[in-house]
């Protein structure tokens, strides 16, 4: 599905790096004795480095388990059911990681430029690829620190375990770089985490992430705890990280006016598919899936005339017995025969493809076959109105 | 159905539906409310200490009208609603319910017969639901305790009511299911139809929605406005200053246990005057101003709210404001109105007496918003 943007790329925004990661059709199930909960179902996307790339999906659309499974974080009854999980480091980090740990971390086939397949690593290359290549920052900073140990010991064990040549003066330098980094004094190396307010605790955790300068993090709703302010704070230090240190960001959030001001491309989720993907300017400008324009204008605007906030009806369906079809349907105000019938998959949004142009969308709608014309925005509008009405 | 005809009956007796009228008598009001929570210190010796969550604060709740309360976390919003709630008892200040002052520390029945008026819905309808009780013990309890039904039968009927109300249909499906069985919006409703059991007048809600997806949101929001419209007088609480536009008539910011503005929420949104008001409005993610060139707006203030033990003297923003002045460190500025119901706690404005402050109003700082 990638192949149209890896010619196109994105102008005006920082994504202009190589593909890192390439998710392939990726499906995770939760086995039950009730019946296997289908969280994630044939996911692909691509991720370039540099790019923030917004996960955005209301609870139960199976964002967090995606995320987990990307890091091989899933346990049972959590299982991978297909798919391809594909990382290509550059050049100089293969290059990086054979000299300077002798091999030791090189690959097993002795391929240097092929991808690795992450859901196909060894427990000793899992071990290496995590943190070192992809870290992540968890929800609850509170609960992912450890309460007994001070910020600086838990970001030097990170350095103990992955850069044993170290030395101990070396390990806290650079735990001292990496707290200053991220906008935290030096002296509260010696904090524990109680001592430090939520928004501290959240850059501390964000630190121990960036500690082995890893080409891949991801964010899972990292600042839902923290107040708006702090939020904001969080949000620029990322964007300014980002911008120093090149690396990739996978932000998980359920609020999608988050990532309407900090991710590049946006993905919406619904039922644990994408439903529509694109760059976040197209995406704001003209939400195109009947979901994605529903939770576009959920939330009231702050500045500018009021406007009416619509909402979608209805609750997401049980994961369990996804609908035949559009699994959006139900709740969908321009429901017609094929989507109770026909699975929409991925498609450009718009039939001539110009270069700006690799909206993606999940819905019959805009699919020639069974619409003549793709709906134009005010149609959505009306639709959602007259929904609202009844 | 006999909970809507009493509903409106109380309604009724409580405000006419003259706004410009009812706007005189205040139904549920807060004078110079203060709350201290004293620390305990392991040491007898040491000095006394106290967390200074609220001070002076004064609001009013008027049928038919919301009020917004905005603040960061640890700002005291949800202490006030807990003291209004008489869940805490003020340390000075009075509540004064239809004109009449609430007599604090007085018996249970006469704290009962407070409550039969003002009810409150918690932030997080995970924890504020028994998980061993169904919806309809849930709802029996209040109908029971406060005297609008005996008997299982007349007990289901209102319950099924009360349900419907809050659009949890088909409501004989609702009625006996657990709270494990039910949605994070579901079990919010069935919060809200637990208060509503009691036929309030006053409902506080604090941070109903913040737990919720944003999708859903917009639903319980919806539910309260329609309350609202029922005659409910309502506190919003809430940490997302543009659904305090949405949703409230009027709307109050605090920092760090101090009111520093109020007015009508569309004043206090479109032209912030305090310098946090105007803070908060730059931090909050905001749909219309992305699109253009992307990235964030940059912050005229950084850091977080202060220590509460021992808070900063005077204004309590100084530390962080970008305008601070001498005058600011030394004493609190009292109210200076703005015109339009606007009023605004700060230095620059004047500092409420006119003469202090005089001097400075000339350096009025321009609204934050960059666009």
Known sequence: MMDSRETTGITGTAITGDILLNVRHLSVDYQADAGDVHAVTDVSFAL??????????????????????????????????????????????????????????????????????????????????????????????MNALNPVMTIGAQIVDVLAAHRPELSRGQRYDRAAELVRLVGIAPDRLISYPHELSGGMRQRATIAIALALSPDIIIMDEPTTALDVVVQHEILTEILRLRAELRFAVIFITHDLSLLLELADTIAIMYAGRIVEYGARRELAGQPRHPYSYGLLHSFPNLRGPRRTVLGIPGAPPDLRDVPPGCSFHPRCPFAFAPCSTTLPLLRPATTQTSAEEHQQVACHLYDPAFAPAPPAEELLAAGYAALVRE | MDTMDTFERVAAQATTPDLAHSADVPLLEARNLRRLFPIHSANPFKPRR????????????????ALALVGESGSGKTTVAR?????????AGAILFRGEPVKLGAGAAALRAYRRA???????????????????????????????????????????????????????QFIDKFPHELSGGQRQRVAIARALAVRPSVL????????????????ILNLLLRLKEDGLALLYITHDIASARYFAEETRVMYAGQMVEGGPSEAVTQRPKHPYTQ????????????????GLAKLPARGEIPSLVTPPS???????????????????????????????????????????????TTQTPAPASAS
């Not at chain 2, 929605?209 to 949101?217: A, C, E, G, H, K």
């Open chain 2, 279 to 294: 803070l908060l409005l730059s931090a909050a993610p905001d749909p219309e101003k992305m699109g253009k060139d992307g």
């Open chain 2, 314 to 360: 005077g204004c309590r923003f100084h530390p962080r404001c970008p305008h601070v002045m001498p005058v600011c460190r030394e004493r609190f500025p009292g109210r200076t109105d703005l015109g339009g119901g606007q009023w605004t706690h700060c230095w620059l404005y004047g500092g409420g007496d006119g003469t202090e402050g005089a001097e400075h």
């Open chain 2, 50 to 65: 106290a967390v200074h969550a609220v001070e002076d604060a004064s609001l009013a709740l008027y049928p038919r009208r």
């Open chain 1, 48 to 141: 370039r480095r540099g790019e923030i790339l917004g996960l955005a999906g209301e609870s139960g659309s199976g964002k967090s388990t995606l995320a987990y499974a990307l890091a091989r974080l899933l346990r049972p009854p959590a299982v991978v059911t297909a798919g391809q999980v594909l990382y290509s480091p550059g050049v100089e980090r293969q290059a990086a990681r054979t000299s300077v740990h002798g091999g030791r971390r090189g690959r097993a086939d002795g391929l240097d430029n092929a991808p690795l397949d992450i859901l196909r690593l060894t427990p000793a290359q899992l071990r290496a690829f995590r943190w070192n290549d992809l870290a992540i920052v968890f929800q609850s900073a």
């Open chain 2, 118 to 172: 003002v009810q409150m819905v918690f932030q997080d309808p995970f924890s504020s639901l028994n998980p061993a009780h169904s919806v309809r013990y849930h709802l029996s309890r209040p109908l029971r305790v406060y005297g609008h039904a005996r008997g299982r039968e007349q007990v289901t009927e209102q319950a099924l009511a009360l349900l419907a109300r809050v659009s949890l249909t088909p409501t004989a």
């Open chain 2, 83 to 91: 003291m209004l709630a008489r869940l805490d008892e003020p340390s």
């Open chain 2, 204 to 219: 506080l809600a604090d941070e109903p929605v913040s737990m919720l997806d944003v999708s859903i949101r917009l639903d």
